[in-house]
């Protein structure tokens, strides 16, 4: 069974860190790329961060440049978001999603931003 956990959200002023993880199970680890999507109430879900666990590319959406990093433990099948400055445009629920490539690898008519196993989200507040 594929599973994918995220965990470690919460709340957090403004200017402060927060560290996200996703875990992942069912699938083969190394082969896939794992990116990072939020949703804010009343927007859509918005892709920004991913990393390939094949080669430890990354990249990263101008809104979360600088602040935010990537990073994967493939020993753990863990993949990590160090999330810095954080500011209050930040709050949404986060969800971690793999396909075997960043840009998605299945019809996006049929599969969400064409990733192929999504997790459930874990919330982050950022108070002003």
């Known amino acids: 069974e594929v599973q994918l956990q995220a965990s470690g959200g919460g709340l957090v002023q403004a200017g402060g860190s927060l560290r996200l993880s996703c875990t992942a199970s069912?699938?083969?680890?190394?082969?896939?790329?794992i990116a990072w999507f939020r949703q804010a109430p009343g927007k859509e879900r918005e892709g920004f961060t991913c990393?390939?666990?094949?080669?430890?590319?990354?990249s990263y959406s101008d809104s979360v440049k600088g602040r935010f990093t990537i990073s994967s433990d493939n020993a753990k099948n863990t993949v990590y978001l160090q999330m810095n400055n954080l500011k209050p445009e930040d709050s949404a629920v986060y969800y971690c999603?793999?396909?075997?490539?960043?840009?998605?690898?299945?019809?996006?008519?049929?599969?969400?931003?064409?990733?192929?196993?999504w997790g459930k989200g874990t919330q982050v507040t950022v108070s002003s």
């Open positions: 999603a793999a396909s075997t490539s960043c840009n998605g690898s299945l019809d996006y008519d049929e599969h969400p931003y064409g990733m192929e196993y």
């Open positions: 990393i390939s666990n094949s080669n430890g590319r990354t």
């Open positions: 069912g699938f083969t680890f190394d082969d896939y790329a």
